[in-house]
C-alpha cells in the first residue's frame, strides 16, 4: 500500500465544511456585541479562534459539569474563555497567554460581561502560571503551541479533580494526524506531538477519552 502523505493546506477540511455549516446554522442566534467584535477581530487577523461550534461544545461541557474553577492553556483574546463562562454559575476562570496583547484584549473584551465567575488574566508562559497554582480544577483547557501538547497533559491530568474534564483543541490537526509522514507542518514535530498526547490519553486508566470531531477535533478526556 502507497505510503500516505498530508502536506500543509492538503487536509479533511472540504469533506466537512457542509456539516460544519450544518452545525453552525443548528445554533441559537448569537448576537451580544463583544462576540461580534471578537470574531471580527480574528478575521481581520486571521487569528485561530475555536469559532462557535466549539465555543457552544465548551459552554455545554462546563454547565454539565457544573464548572466553578477552570484553567485555560493559551487563551489568545479570551474567545474561549468567553463560552466557557457562559456555563459557569461563578468561580474562576484562569486565562493565560504568553502575548501581553492578547491577555490585555481578553481584559477588555470580558470585563463588559456581565458573568458570575472571577477572571482571572496572566500574561505569561501558561506552564509556569499553572505551577505557580494549586488544587484542582474542574476543566483544564489546552490550546498552546502543540509542540508543548505532552507536557501540558502531564501537567494538566494530576490536576483533574474526579469527573472532572481535560479539553484539547486541534487534536486532529486538520487531519495530519492521519498520514504516517507528514510534509509541512506548521513547525516540525508538532503533528507528531499531537499524536503522542492522544495516544498518552487514549491509554491512560484514569481517564475516559473521546474526540469530537468538530472543526479541528476536540478531545475530551473525563477522570474517572
Ligand atoms: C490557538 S490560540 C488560542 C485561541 C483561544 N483558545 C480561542 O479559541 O479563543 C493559541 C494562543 O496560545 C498562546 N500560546 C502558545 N503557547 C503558549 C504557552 N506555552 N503559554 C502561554 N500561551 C501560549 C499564543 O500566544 C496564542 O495566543
Given at each position: 500500500m502507497?505510503?500516505?502523505?498530508?502536506?500543509?493546506?492538503e487536509?479533511?477540511r472540504?469533506?466537512?465544511?457542509?456539516?460544519?455549516?450544518y452545525?453552525?446554522s443548528?445554533?441559537?442566534?448569537y448576537?451580544?456585541?463583544?462576540?461580534?467584535?471578537?470574531?471580527?477581530?480574528?478575521?481581520?487577523?486571521?487569528?485561530?479562534?475555536i469559532?462557535?461550534v466549539v465555543?457552544?461544545?465548551l459552554?455545554v461541557?462546563?454547565?454539565s459539569?457544573?464548572?466553578?474553577?477552570?484553567?485555560?492553556?493559551?487563551?489568545?483574546?479570551?474567545f474561549?474563555?468567553?463560552w466557557?463562562?457562559?456555563?459557569?454559575?461563578?468561580?474562576?476562570?484562569?486565562?493565560?497567554?504568553?502575548?501581553?496583547?492578547?491577555?490585555?484584549?481578553a481584559?477588555?473584551?470580558l470585563?463588559?460581561?456581565s458573568?458570575?465567575?472571577?477572571?482571572?488574566?496572566?500574561a505569561?508562559?501558561?506552564q509556569d502560571?499553572?505551577?505557580?497554582?494549586?488544587g484542582?480544577?474542574?476543566?483544564?483547557y489546552n490550546?498552546?503551541d502543540k509542540?508543548?501538547?505532552p507536557?501540558?497533559?502531564a501537567?494538566?491530568?494530576?490536576?483533574?479533580?474526579?469527573?472532572?474534564c481535560?479539553?484539547?483543541?486541534n487534536a486532529?490537526w486538520?487531519?495530519?494526524?492521519?498520514?504516517?509522514?507528514?510534509e509541512?507542518?506548521?513547525?516540525?514535530g508538532?503533528?507528531?506531538?499531537?499524536?503522542?498526547?492522544?495516544?498518552?490519553?487514549f491509554?491512560?486508566?484514569?481517564?475516559?477519552a473521546?474526540?469530537?470531531?468538530?472543526?479541528?477535533?476536540?478531545l475530551?478526556?473525563?477522570?474517572?
Amino acid at each position: 500500500m502507497a505510503r500516505q502523505t498530508i502536506s500543509a493546506g492538503e487536509t479533511l477540511r472540504p469533506a466537512r465544511e457542509k456539516v460544519e455549516m450544518y452545525m453552525n446554522s443548528l445554533l441559537k442566534k448569537y448576537d451580544e456585541e463583544v462576540l461580534l467584535e471578537m470574531e471580527n477581530l480574528a478575521k481581520k487577523y486571521n487569528f485561530p479562534i475555536i469559532g462557535r461550534v466549539v465555543g457552544n461544545f465548551l459552554h455545554v461541557m462546563a454547565i454539565s459539569i457544573g464548572a466553578e474553577r477552570i484553567f485555560e492553556f493559551g487563551s489568545g483574546f479570551g474567545f474561549s474563555a468567553y463560552w466557557f463562562s457562559m456555563g459557569m454559575k461563578g468561580g474562576e476562570l484562569t486565562l493565560t497567554d504568553g502575548n501581553k496583547t492578547n491577555i490585555g484584549i481578553a481584559r477588555k473584551y470580558l470585563s463588559r460581561l456581565s458573568r458570575r465567575c472571577d477572571f482571572k488574566y496572566y500574561a505569561a508562559w501558561a506552564q509556569d502560571v499553572f505551577k505557580e497554582t494549586s488544587g484542582e480544577f474542574d476543566i483544564i483547557y489546552n490550546d498552546v503551541d502543540k509542540g508543548d501538547y505532552p507536557e501540558v497533559w502531564a501537567l494538566a491530568r494530576e490536576r483533574i479533580r474526579p469527573g472532572g474534564c481535560y479539553i484539547a483543541d486541534n487534536a486532529l490537526w486538520y487531519g495530519r494526524v492521519t498520514a504516517e509522514k507528514v510534509e509541512n507542518d506548521i513547525e516540525p514535530g508538532w503533528t507528531e506531538a499531537i499524536k503522542e498526547h492522544n495516544a498518552l490519553i487514549f491509554h491512560d486508566a484514569d481517564f475516559d477519552a473521546f474526540i469530537n470531531p468538530a472543526r479541528d477535533g476536540v478531545l475530551v478526556a473525563r477522570r474517572k
